[in-house]
């Protein structure tokens, strides 16, 4: 019994902390692949003005770098036309730290699959063999999840805002084990393509899909634990009487 109830448990922890590692994944996954964050961010700080490069050749560039991102290739090889110049965009070291950052986005990706992997065969294995009492279960350990995930990222959020700056430093710091990410702003493409501002940005969308996914998971499982508790209340409401007729007679 002890063994069962702490096997529980375990995945119950598992499965709330799934949510929101699955939620945050696939906000950053939303941000890598939608071309229409990137020319947001192209239009809002005037970056054709600050590249040379036209809208429509920086937008290029924005599928190049997803389409880098999303295939086997190495390395980096992007062309773009600087002041009516056709050239190579990207320096040495920026193609390394972009290698870098190809790894980070894959880690994305698994983790979010791994997550999602785990979250859907939990609920599968669970309703084909508990079905409606399990049901109830994984309402509340989906409903902790989402509150999880609000909670988190309202911490990020915060910090973000009052220190954004040096949470995009510590972010470097850990994520990578070199330092090919210090650029220089006056030369360096990626870092005039994509301020701080940028990223940012970015980052407010990926927590806004974050807590919209939670909010409608939330909102999913509150309703239907709210539904099963009044059939309760009315099944137990409609057998009083008849018990009690019992007792009269």
């Avoid at 065969?121 to 999840?145: E, I, N, Y």
């Avoid at 470097?172 to 006056?186: C, G, T």
């Amino acid at each position: 019994m002890g063994t069962t109830s702490n096997a529980t448990k375990v995945l119950a922890a598992l499965f709330i902390a799934a949510i929101p590692l699955f939620l945050i994944t696939a906000g950053v996954t939303w941000a890598v692949n939608d071309l229409r964050l990137y020319s947001h961010g192209f239009d809002k700080y005037n970056i054709p003005a600050a590249t040379g490069i036209e809208r429509e050749g920086l937008i290029q560039v924005g599928r190049d770098l997803r389409a880098y991102f999303n295939s086997g290739q190495e390395p980096l090889e992007v062309r773009a036309e600087v002041f009516g110049q056709e050239r190579r965009l990207f320096s040495a070291r920026e193609v390394l730290h972009m290698r870098d950052v190809k790894r980070l986005v894959w880690g994305v990706y698994i983790l979010g699959a791994i997550a999602a992997v785990y979250l859907l065969g939990v609920t599968a294995v669970g309703l084909l063999w508990k079905g409606a009492r399990f049901a109830s279960l994984l309402s509340r350990w989906v409903l902790w999840g989402g509150v999880a995930t609000i909670g988190l990222i309202a911490v990020v959020g915060l910090t973000a805002l009052v220190a954004f700056d040096q949470l995009f430093l510590a972010f470097h710091k850990v994520s990578f084990a070199n330092d090919f990410w210090r650029l220089d702003a006056s030369r360096d493409y990626l870092v005039i393509m994509f301020p701080d501002g940028f990223w940012f940005d970015a980052t407010l969308f990926v927590a806004f899909v974050a807590i919209g996914g939670a909010l409608l998971l939330s909102a999913a499982a509150g309703g239907y634990l709210l539904v099963r508790r009044h059939r309760i209340r009315r099944e137990i409401g409609s057998v009083l009487p008849q018990q009690e007729k019992v007792l009269r007679v």
